[in-house]
């Protein structure tokens, strides 16, 4: 049973930020959930295989189901 998402931002200024999120489910949900999430949050820029988050303070690196 999962308990929370955390999220890996890379921040613009070099600083890694770990937001968390409560979340209940299995892991197969909380992928599925965090996949809903990356794109909710970020677009992808194919040209440099990345995704940037919307609000313009870095990128998107992955998520951890606790």
């Avoid at 998402?5 to 892991?27: A, M, Y």
Wanted: hydrophobic share 40%; aromatic share 16%; with cysteine.
């Amino acid at each position: 049973m999962v308990k929370e998402i955390v999220l890996i931002i890379l921040l613009f200024n070099g600083e890694l930020s770990l937001p968390s999120f409560p979340f209940k489910g299995t892991v197969h949900e909380c992928f599925k959930y965090s996949d809903q999430l990356r794109v909710e949050l970020a677009t992808y820029n194919e040209e440099r295989n990345v995704w940037f988050l919307k609000d313009g303070i870095g990128t998107w690196q992955g998520f951890i189901c606790n």
